[in-house]
């Protein structure tokens, strides 16, 4: 929190900070990537808000682009650079990160994979570019099913790094796959003792969840999808109310796009505190982005993301299998 107040207190406080963004993003020729997890005012601003697979596709898309700002945590900002290693990519705040990326080191993987040389590596996203470049295949959980299927069933398969995504997918495809024992901070909180009281609170509620929750949560959802199959299912699903069990952030863009529907956030288990995890259904890596550190980041083009050019080119071809397809 003191950090924040520092960031905020060397910004002129008169200053339109939204205002300043957009003369800055035409001043830099930069295109600002939003996630769906963070805060409200970040997403506005974004030229492209979505989930971690239609950002990674954005970040090529915008070739007029010489700088890509990046609203969301660490690696996904370095996915940015690996597929456009000739822009400038910036965090507004380089200590963005995620703990499922690091759930699995590079070294521990390569250390793994020396023992295990007749196994194809799927890794979730959420890794950073160096386990990118130990991996056959890179996947979201938007196309991991699509992923996972294009190997063949006689192949031993690693699934990294989310065990509980890993898990959905066994089930889901019948496809036994060993997997490495990472998981969200955030989707592992959530409390099914306290989601059934809700469910019985609220019985025309439909249950929504992304599969990075635990299975004790998942074998209650009504539906079980990505960020932004969540998103289109209260968008077009008849009901009109859900709990929804993933990141809080999404609830904004879903409170625009189904204005009339009414979204309750599942809740957390509080001892997830004695963990070491936030204990909440915010992800504290998310909400390290502010606007005045979007705009310092623009202003000086910092934190920039820099990689070693051969784990860029390592790390990019997984990245392009999973864009292949």
């Known amino acids: 929190m003191t950090a924040i107040m520092d960031v905020a ?3 002129d406080p008169t200053l339109d900070l939204f205002d300043e963004i957009e003369r800055l993003k035409h001043e830099r020729k930069a295109v600002v990537l939003a996630h769906y997890y963070q805060e409200p005012d970040l997403q506005d601003i974004a030229d ?3 989930d971690s697979l239609a950002l990674a596709k954005a970040a090529r ?3 007029d682009a010489e700088v890509i700002l990046f609203c969301g945590v660490h690696f996904m900002a370095e996915t940015a650079k690996i597929l456009c290693p000739e822009k400038t990519v910036v965090l507004p705040d380089f200590d963005a990160g995620c703990s499922l990326s ?6 521990k993987l390569r250390a793994w994979k020396a023992q295990h ?17 130990e991996s056959d295949w890179i996947c979201t959980s938007s196309n991991a099913r699509e992923v996972v299927s294009q190997i063949p069933k006689d192949q031993p398969i690693m699934f990294t790094p989310d065990r509980n995504l890993g898990a959905w997918l066994v089930r889901e495809l019948d496809r036994p796959m060993d997997l490495w024992p990472g998981a969200c901070m955030v989707h592992e909180t959530f409390s099914e003792r306290k989601i059934l009281a809700f469910r019985s609170e609220h019985p025309d509620a439909k249950l929504i969840a992304h599969p990075e929750c635990e299975q004790e949560v998942l074998r209650h959802a009504d539906f079980i999808g990505s960020t932004a199959a969540l998103l289109h299912f209260v968008e077009t699903d008849e009901s009109s109310k859900f709990i929804v069990a993933t990141e809080t952030g999404i ?4 409170k625009k796009r189904a204005p009339t529907k009414v979204l309750i956030a599942a809740p957390f288990d509080e001892r997830a505190h004695d963990n070491g995890t936030c204990g909440c259904s915010e992800c504290p890596y998310m909400k390290l982005n502010t606007l005045e550190k979007v705009y310092l980041a623009l202003r000086d083009l910092s934190p920039r993301i820099d990689l070693d050019p051969e784990l860029q080119r390592r790390a990019l071809v997984p990245l392009e299998r999973m864009l292949s397809l």
């Open 251 to 254: 609830l904004h863009e879903m």
């Open 117 to 133: 040389p007749e196994h194809v590596i799927v890794t979730y996203i959420n890794s950073t570019a160096a386990t990118k470049a």
């Open 61 to 63: 898309e915008r070739k």
């Open 48 to 50: 492209r808000l979505g």
């Open 102 to 107: 690091d759930a699995c080191p590079a070294d």
């Open 9 to 11: 207190q060397s910004v």
